[in-house]
């Protein structure tokens, strides 16, 4: 018999790179409080670094790969210089918010600094047989740190599974949809709708498209440099006097400020 359930996980769980490079920096690479709506994998081939949040400090070493994680706050140090292999990449199923979302710690695993030139030259090479072999490669990492990060990143939640469609909407229209098409969408009525999702949730189903939309504002502003009122054209805000003010009702902070304080590699 089909393992229709497998087959529904293995084809909504995905990894989305946002950006990627070969970055060698030096004492200048210096950042203070950066929170990030998205993951950061290092894969460091040379010299040594450092991430600080709350109360710990990690090493970046040569010939380890590391992750940090979705929503944490760290400052970043490097006193001579560091050569890392990096991506930002979301990692999510059914379009919900990322795996890794909520985990309060940096990952750490060693990985050999020659497949790390290797990664490094399949993204130069950029066709897809060798994408195919860098993209198994990261799904390697990831798979091997959701183990690291234990049962809340990596167990099913039987909720996100039920609304696996509805989720899917949402992450895949992000200015357009409302309670009420979703509802239409889904051929229930919008309250029983939404008292279900608040239940079996945690949150209101306007608050999870409020968070989604807002969560992909961040994305832009920090992985583009596209200017702050076509974001706001793209996230359905016809003026951007009241995409920003929206923005700092969500964040405390002015789209600028937040690209600012939080934009670097």
């Known amino acids: 018999m089909e393992n229709t ?3 529904d996980i293995f084809n909504h769980l995905n990894l989305k790179v946002l950006e990627g490079s070969l970055f060698s920096g030096d004492g200048s690479w210096h950042h203070d409080r950066i929170v990030s709506p998205f993951n950061r994998l290092y894969w460091i081939l040379d010299g040594e670094g450092s991430i600080a949040y709350g109360q710990e400090r990690m090493m ?3 010939g380890h790969v590391y992750l940090v994680p979705a929503g944490l706050t760290c400052d970043y140090r490097c006193q001579n210089q560091l050569v890392k292999f990096y991506l ?3 990692v999510r199923l059914y379009g919900h918010e990322d795996l890794f979302e909520g985990l309060a710690r940096c ?3 060693e990985w050999p600094v020659e497949r790390i030139r290797s990664m490094a ?3 130069q090479e950029a066709t897809p047989s060798s994408l195919l072999l860098l993209k198994a490669l990261v799904m ?3 798979a091997a740190f959701l183990v690291q990060a234990g049962p809340r990143q990596n167990g099913l939640d039987a909720a996100r599974s039920r609304y696996g469609r509805l989720l899917r909407l949402i992450a895949e229209n992000p200015a357009g949809v409302t309670a009420a098409s979703l509802a239409e969408r889904m051929n229930l009525p919008q309250g029983a709708l939404e008292r279900a999702f608040r239940r079996d949730m945690g949150i209101t189903l306007r608050q999870h498209i409020r968070n989604n939309l807002l969560e992909n504002v961040k994305i832009r502003l920090q992985t583009s440099d596209a200017p702050i009122r076509a974001i706001a054209a793209e996230a359905g805000f016809g003026d951007e006097f009241y995409f920003s003010r929206f923005f700092r009702q969500q964040t405390g902070t002015s789209p600028s400020d937040y690209r600012k304080n ?3 590699i």
């Open 88 to 90: 930002h990449a979301n």
């Open 262 to 264: 939080n934009k670097m």
């Open 140 to 142: 390697e990492a990831v």
């Open 107 to 109: 990952l750490e695993m």
């Open 5 to 7: 359930h497998f087959k």
């Open 60 to 62: 970046l070493r040569a």
């Open 121 to 123: 030259r399949m993204a």
